[in-house]
Every structure is written in structure tokens, then in C-alpha cells.
């Protein structure tokens, strides 16, 4: 019998039906807005958009064309291609499609960010100039083009006189020009695409062609490869894009990391790079979106910046180097700090003081440092000597003066008796009970008058030795009694049932939360003995976990098992045996606000009805609830690439029923 809480299968092929057809409405929306006018929404925003739509539907025509232009002027076919880029939207996405496109060497440009145009010459004369349009037909802008900057009208280079075929760029307007005279436009492009199709052609003028290819129609290329393409444009006086050529797709990367640096000093705009084989390919340049070749763009979640400090972020045992760089835009926020995870990552990447490093912040996750630039653009920034340095690690515990372990995973305070270490694990284990009324504060104080000193201590807490921590002086001499003393005590009580998760992930195991020692649960270890008696090895074997978190996980039960022990034998803790419940075996991800709860009510009741919370959409998750199930954000487009369902929290209710 199908499990009458799951959402049901028809539901879901209409929703995501009609989200299809959503999808494919805001493309053709935006695209027609992009070739004819001005751009709605960001280049971004439009991506998300389409890698969705791709991600649910990856035949669907919409993806397969281009935009087209207005009726302001006559049509034209193109004579060479005029198709859309695959394009890769990160460095994964690029070694993937490099991995199934192995060449001795990539040819490498810039991706211009302004308006393509076709010139058609006969003979070395210009005779047309075509927008892009569909890809097949677009504008005759003849007479607009012939004022622009960079247009030749006739070819004058050695051997070009007889040319007949067609070269293509990108209108662009530079910075300088915008800023003197289009300040009013919203950027560059829009403002370039504007006057290029005025009918009067007023202002065209303004505006440049950057040319990056070209393609004889009788046959008689006078190139032979890409590299000769570039060179031959620069002989007859076109204006080109630099070429880089690449030893390896690594190279690639590292020359992009480069690139996004240097982005801002450029006098036009550039979304990407442009990353092709030398050889020449006609019949892959005819197709609609050619394979052998692909837009590594930039993200407005990437960027490029300077380390100039590391400090070290104290939790519990652990220290976490964190880097501290000059400021950059990320996803409209402004970044200068991001974590290195911990000394193995620090290690790998080989950061230093004063390494150029490449900073993400995708989708919702927190800014991290993803790679090393190898080779900076200049030996000094800002003025500032660019050598670099070492970054110095602390050795001694701030708390207790205990020697660090360094472990290539861990930079710790091994002292299991690090007054820091303890009162962490307490707060671990506050969060994990859900001991609401014991407040941070309150913890605080009772732990420096040392009235608790271990989880187990908590339980020994009495009015008499609470009550002067909330009443003052007068009202203790004249022995009034303390409410706040008696709820926080009920407090305590109401919650001495846990489930086997909650329970071992209170006691504060380094990268061990509920979710993981779920899984270990759910793995076949559902008692606190044979959680105990688990190894490394065994641990290792349970989806989510890898060597180093399947020590952890053994060496924190082995630290805290007197204690583990203790709780449950003196019955001052219950664990309570799984029960099925109505989200037995589900796990969820809410992200929004709710209406009818707050967050943390509903991440409860899964809990209560044996399920799962995760903070973060994965490969395993449930299912993401969000009261905007149309929403374009990161956890929303993770889910629809992981074919994860998202419901409402209407359909989260009712699951609970």
C-alpha cells in the first residue's frame, strides 16, 4: 500500500508541469527584453532561471533558441552562425564539460558583455550589418553600424581584399563613455542596445566593435586555426578580445581567477570567458548551441581578493582559522571574511598572507575560500609589498594553557577537563534537550559560581540554589520565592526524555550533530550499547560519514561513555525507543518564514513525529518547505537539481495528520 504520506505522484508532475511553463515564459520574457530594450533582471537571476528550467525539462524548445529582434528594421540571414553558448556557471561545472572535451591546449577569450552584430563583406566591402536576432535572421543596421568605432568598411589587410563572409563582435559601450554621457541607463549594455536599433541613429557614434570571429563563404579562409582567426582580425585593423592559451583546464580556472581581478580596471564590461579548441570546427560552430566550445561565466557569487590576516575562531575545543581579506560584493552583500574550515583545508590550498584567493558565497552557504590564485597579475596591491607569509598557528589553549593537537583535520584542546571545553558542551546540550528557560545568561553565571560544572549537574539543581540567581538581595533576606527559579527547574524536568539522537549529540562530538548520529541510528545502531561498542569501521560504512568523521564520532562516545552510562543507569535521562511516527524516516529543510509557527516549533513536531531536520538541502533531504515554492533562491533551485519535492507548509500539516 503506497504510504499515504507522501505527497501524491499526479500532485506532483502537475506542479511541476505548470512550473515548466512558468519557467519558459520568464525566459522568452526576459529575452525579448534583453535583445529589444532594456534588461529586466540580471544576467544572474536569468541564469537561475534557465539552469532550472534545464534541470526540470532539458528538452524543452525555449532552450534551444536565441531572442529576436523588433520590426524597426529591414531583415537580414546571417551568413555565419549566431548561436548561444553552453556556458558553465563555476569551476565544477567547467572541469565537467572539459572532462568529456579533452584538448592538448584551450584557446581562451573574453565573454563581451554588450550586443552581437554580424558584418557581411563581399570582396573586402562592407555590404551589411546584422544583429543577432534568432540566431538564423536578425536587424539590418547598416547605416548605424558604418558610425560605430571598430566597423570597417573596407578590409585593407594582406589577402583580404577578396574576402567574402562575415565577422562577428560585440557592440560595446566603454565605461567612460557611459559615465559622460548615458549615466541615466542602468549599465553599458543597456545602454549600447538602445542605440544600436535607434532609427535615426543618433548616438551610434558612441559605441565599439570588439570583434572575436569570422568565417569565409566561398571557402577560403585565410586562417587556419583560431589563434590565426584572432591575428588576422588584428592585421585588418579590428579591434579583438585578448587570447590566452591554457596548458590544462586547470589553467583555465587559475586564468579566470586572474581575470575576475582584473575585471574592474577594464574599460567595457565582461560576463565570462569564452574557452574553445584550436582547430577550427564548421560543423559544431552551425549548431544552435555548439559542444566544443563553452561561456565560463563569471558569478555575482565569486570573487577575487587579498588576505591580510588569519584569526582563529574559538568553539568549544576546537580553533578555526579564519581568513580576513579586503572587502568585495558578494551576492549583494559586502564580504571580508570567510572560513578555512580547518587546518587540512588550510593546508591544501595553500593559503598565505597576501594570497590572492577566490571567494564564493553560493546560494544561502556562508562565504568560504574555494581556491588559491597561482599566479597574482602584479607583485604589489594597493601599494603594499605583496610578499607573502606563513600563517602562524596558536599552540596553547586560551583557556587552560593545554597544548593543541594539531590534526590534520582539527586544531583542538585535547584537555577533556578545559573549563571552555565544558561549559561549550553544556550549551550543547541545553540546544539538544530544548531547556528553553535555562538562558544563555543564566548558564553563564551558574557555571562561574561553579553550581554546574557537567551535563550531569544540571540535573542536580535545586530552587534553593537557583533562586539567588534571580532575585536580588532584599527579596532572598526576606525569603520570597523565586518563580524564574521554579520554571527553570520544571524546565528541566519536562524535558528528561530524549530520543537516542538528541541524546548522544548532546554531548557536544566535534562535526556530530542530530542529524549525523540519526543516521548512525538509523544505520542499525539504535541503542546506547551498541552506539558504545561501535568502532571506527564500522561508523565509517554509514552513508554521510568518511574517516575522519567516523574517528570523531567513536573517540567523542569513548571521551563521554562514563557519563553516557551514568544519566540513563540513575534514570536521571530516558531514552525513549523509536517510534514510527508520521514522518518516520523523512527528513525536511524549511526555509521562510511560516505562518502558522515559528521555525523552530515546526523543526519540533518532525522530531516528535520521528523525523529528521536538516539546515541544508542535500542529496538525501525529504523535503524543503517554503511558503513561496516559486521562489528563484539557492535552496529552491538546489532542490529542483536534486529532484527533492518542495511543499507549502499547508502539505507540511497535513503530512503530520
Known sequence: MADLFDVDAASKKSEKSVRVKELARLIKKYQDSYYNGEAEISDAEFDALWDELKSLDPQNPVLKKVGADSGNFPKARHVMPMGSQEKAADPEQFFAWAKKHSYDEYLVEYKLDGASLELQYENGNLVRAVTRGDGMIGDDITVNAKKMRGVLQILKGENSSSFTGGVRGEVIMTHSTHKKFFSDKANCRNAANGLMKRKDGEGAEHLE??????????????????????????????????????????????????????????????????????????????????????????????????????????????????????????????????????????????????????????????????????????????????????????????????????????LYCPNKNCPKRILHQIFKWIECADIRDLGDATVNELFAAKKINSISSIYDLTEEILSPFFLDEKSIAEKKESLAAKKVLASIKSHSRLSLAQFVAGFDIEGIGEVMVQKIVDGGYDTLEKILSANSEDIEKIYGFAEISAENFVAGVSENSEEMRSLVEKKIIVIEAAAGGALAGKSFCFTGELSTMKRAEAESLVKKSGGAVKSSVTKDLSFLVTNDTKSGSGKNAKAAKFGIPIINEEEFLAMLK
Request: glycine share 4%.
Open 209 to 410: 566593435l570588439i570583434c572575436y570571429d569570422a568565417l569565409s563563404t566561398d571557402g577560403k579562409n585565410p586562417f587556419s586555426d583560431e589563434e590565426e582567426k584572432i591575428e588576422w582580425l588584428v592585421k585588418n585593423g579590428f579591434t579583438t578580445v585578448p587570447l590566452y592559451i591554457a596548458k590544462n583546464p586547470e589553467d583555465v580556472v587559475n586564468y579566470r581567477a586572474e581575470i575576475m581581478e582584473k575585471r574592474a580596471s577594464l574599460e567595457y564590461d565582461i560576463d565570462g570567458l569564452v574557452v574553445k579548441e584550436r582547430a577550427i570546427d564548421f560543423a559544431d560552430a552551425s549548431r544552435a548551441r555548439p559542444e566544443r566550445q563553452i561561456a565560463f561565466k563569471f558569478s555575482l557569487e565569486e570573487a577575487v581578493s587579498v588576505v591580510r590576516e588569519v584569526e582563529w575562531s574559538e568553539s568549544g575545543a576546537t580553533y578555526t582559522p579564519v581568513a580576513i581579506f579586503d572587502p568585495v560584493e558578494l551576492a549583494g552583500t559586502t564580504v571580508r571574511r570567510a572560513s578555512l574550515a580547518n587546518p587540512e583545508t588550510l593546508r591544501k590550498l595553500g593559503v598565505k598572507i597576501g594570497s590572492h584567493v577566490v571567494v564564493v558565497k553560493r546560494g544561502e552557504i556562508i562565504p568560504k575560500i574555494e581556491r588559491v590564485v597561482k599566479e597574482n597579475l602584479s607583485s604589489e596591491k594597493n601599494g603594499e609589498d605583496a610578499a607573502q607569509k606563513e600563517i602562524e598557528f596558536p599552540k596553547k589553549c586560551t583557556s587552560c594553557g593545554t597544548a593543541l593537537s594539531d590534526t590534520p583535520a582539527r
